[in-house]
């Protein structure tokens, strides 16, 4: 979709009960009028009110669904931008860190790429915004292995400029797009952080006491860095050894130093035994003690990564552990009277930031690539470009510098939001904060419908973004289009979770008079307290159930998707009796089970509910989502077995979903993906 099929309403005036913000936003759609809400419903929510150009939409053709046409008249997400990433990919933090795209927020600092001299190279840049959308993914994999699921609009940084990752080379869809003979820039893709294990703890004690304390009748530790400081004294504390902290100033440019210690010789015995040499060293432990070694006398500066140590030990054990992880590195002794030697890491940027991921030192400065030009041999041809066929959450986020580091790679954003070329906002799905408005989709649809070259298609609504959400209770847009398609007998189907879709019936009895009407719901279960948990923003299922029941007494067949069914909370063979029953006396025409997707972002979400709520559930999640975010089809199928054993029980037989009962059926909304959890 184009920006300029979007202008600003000519009407200034404001909804009764609504301010108009002071002026629009710099980043909002242009034309766009801002309105917020001083009403509880719509706290922390932001409309942009738009005049669209067209309505009527016609779904992709690669698309899976069985339907040609749709009609959306909220854009769930106000930004709802092309370029978008799945939510576990790892974005490289100022801190040297990485953190998933997903969990970012406005504000956090992390890496961009800047122009300078000859070279890009790295700078420290700022969020301003981030916001998730649905869309058609795609796995790009490159030579080293690094895997990346973008949506074929999302742009990564090549050898010869920024490249879509899919595109054409002559009519409509013609723009630069990835190909086999492309390289992607940067270091390629991240080491996975270590786990705190006990292991680790006692490798990074290790590391620290040997490369920087005294140790003998009594300990002592200095350390330039508060971080190490903080990070010793914890796991210190966790092995049950607590110390004392004095600070001792300096003079000149050299950093004021901690001095942690202890004398009591329990305490210091109960050191020298976590810092001994073990026989067999874990990875956790080699991992541990590299970060303390690091952060005891390690440094970067100019691009030269050292170690440095006062005994040929350290110094052999360092090299040995850094070369059992792949690692190159050079000892190096030059023979002084304080007999300090150093390991110097080779590899350039991808090893250095491997070491710094993998390992996870507490000394953040040290970890600081900014300045450094991004020219690095990684092997990052691209190998394959894979269409996943589904539609998956993606974020995106804004920066200062306009791009960020994606596992490694430089990856465009959303910098210039109002002078985008393209906005495909049919795939919005953060309806939470934002919500782009077609005030003037009613007359649209009127206007489309008359057109000569329309032939009376099938349109489907609410498969894209609920038409029954919130915001319709003030803006009614609805009525004005189920008028629309009324007047002009056209066939069309709505799916929801909404109970706002009874306000309407009196016009869907009217249209279903004329033409064929498909009405569905979404019903995974009717536990009011698993309802609370995962669908706080949904109306309840005893309320959409009346919704149903009411639909069916005005002489509708409805259909019910039993989407989410979620494994060992409401798949069990009571509370699938139960949810079955509920659907079958509200009067449902069918049901289709569809058990949980755990797809990238809502996989993250939804893994830490159930550690927090079930903890005892995260085994038997692993085993079931081991291959992906969908279950085993052995799974599914004994699942639909059982909705349908308990379907015939209370006479619930499966038919066409939401057809009405006075025409022959119309094409359902699809049953093929569950609605939201989120």
Not at 110 to 123: L, N, P, Q
Not at 277 to 304: N, Q
Request: charged share 25%.
């Amino acid at each position: 979709m184009r920006w300029d099929n979007l202008s600003a309403p000519p009407d200034e005036g404001t909804p009764d009960g609504g301010a108009p913000a002071a002026p629009p936003l710099p980043l909002a759609l242009p034309g766009a009028i801002t309105r917020t809400f001083d009403t509880p419903g719509f706290a922390g929510m932001t409309f942009y009110e738009v005049q669209a150009k067209s309505i009527i939409n016609r779904v992709p053709g690669q698309s899976r669904v069985p339907f040609e046409w749709t009609i959306n008249p909220y854009r769930g997400c106000s930004h709802a931008c092309v370029y978008c990433l799945a939510g576990d990919t790892p974005v490289l933090m100022a801190d040297g860190r990485t953190r998933p795209i997903s969990e970012l927020t406005p504000g956090d600092r992390i890496y961009g790429t800047e122009r300078s001299g000859a070279y890009r190279r790295y700078v420290v840049t700022t969020v301003r915004d981030v916001w998730s959308t649905v869309k058609r993914a795609y796995r790009v994999t490159l030579a080293d292995g690094t895997t990346l699921v973008a949506s074929g609009d999302h742009r990564f940084l090549t050898e010869r400029g920024w490249k879509y990752v899919t595109g054409a080379m002559s009519g409509t869809g013609k723009r630069p797009y990835l190909t086999t003979r492309n390289r992607l820039i940067g270091t390629g893709r991240f080491a996975t952080a270590p786990k705190e294990s006990a292991d680790y703890r006692r490798g990074y004690l290790c590391g620290v006491v040997r490369g920087d304390a005294q140790l003998g009748s009594r300990f002592r530790l200095t350390l330039a860095d508060q971080e190490a400081v903080d990070r010793t004294q914890r796991f210190l504390a966790e092995a049950g050894v607590e110390i004392g902290r004095s600070a001792a100033p300096t003079g000149g440019r050299r950093r004021a130093t901690t001095s942690p210690g202890t004398a009591r010789q329990r305490d210091v015995a109960a050191i020298a035994e976590l810092v001994r040499w073990p026989d067999e060293p874990t990875d956790d432990w080699r991992l541990g003690f590299l970060a303390g070694i690091f952060d005891a006398g390690g440094s970067c500066r100019r691009s030269i990564f050292r170690i440095s140590g006062g005994s040929d030990e350290i110094l052999d054990r360092t090299a040995d552990a850094l070369r059992h992880f792949g690692f190159s590195c050079v000892v190096e002794a030059p023979g002084r009277p304080n007999r300090v030697g150093q390991v110097r890491l080779t590899g350039g940027l991808p090893e250095r930031l491997r070491f710094f991921h993998l390992t996870d030192p507490a000394v953040t400065r040290k970890r600081s690539i900014e300045g450094t030009a991004l020219k690095c041999p990684a092997r990052l041809g691209v190998v394959r470009i894979e269409d996943l066929g589904l539609e998956l959450p993606l974020w995106d986020i804004t920066t200062g510098t306009g791009d960020f580091i994606a596992n490694g790679v430089v990856s465009h954003n959303c910098f210039a939001r109002n002078t985008h070329t393209y906005l495909d906002l049919d795939a919005g799905a953060d309806f939470d904060r934002k919500v782009i408005v077609k005030v003037n989709a009613g007359e649209l649809v009127r206007r489309e419908l008359a057109a000569p070259r329309w032939r009376g298609a099938h349109v489907a609504m609410g498969t894209n973004v609920d038409c029954y959400q919130r915001a319709e209770g003030r803006y009614r847009l609805m009525p004005p289009i189920i008028e629309a398609l009324r007047d002009f007998a056209n066939p069309f189907s709505i799916l929801t979770k909404g109970t706002l879709l009874l306000r309407d019936l009196p016009l869907l009895r009217q249209a279903a008079e004329v033409t064929r009407v498909g009405l569905s719901y979404s019903v995974g279960f009717v536990d009011e307290a698993l309802w609370r948990a995962v669908e706080p923003g949904t109306p309840s299922p005893r309320r959409r159930l009346d919704a149903v029941r009411q639909l069916t007494d005005a002489g509708f067949e409805v259909g019910v998707l039993m989407a989410p069914v979620l494994p060992g909370l409401s798949d069990d063979d009571e509370s699938i009796e139960a949810t079955v029953a509920a659907i079958a006396s509200a009067g449902a025409s069918s049901v289709t089970p569809l058990p949980l997707h755990l797809r990238p972002g809502a996989r993250e979400w939804y893994a830490h509910w159930l550690a927090r709520d079930f903890p005892q559930l995260v085994p038997r999640y692993r085993q079931l989502y081991r291959s992906g975010a969908y279950v085993p089809q052995a799974y599914q199928r004994e699942v639909t077995a059982r909705v349908r054993m308990a379907a015939r029980r209370h006479g619930l037989h499966r038919g066409e979903v939401g057809d009405n009962r006075r025409q022959p059926a119309a094409p359902p909304p699809p049953p093929a993906e569950q609605l939201s959890l989120l």
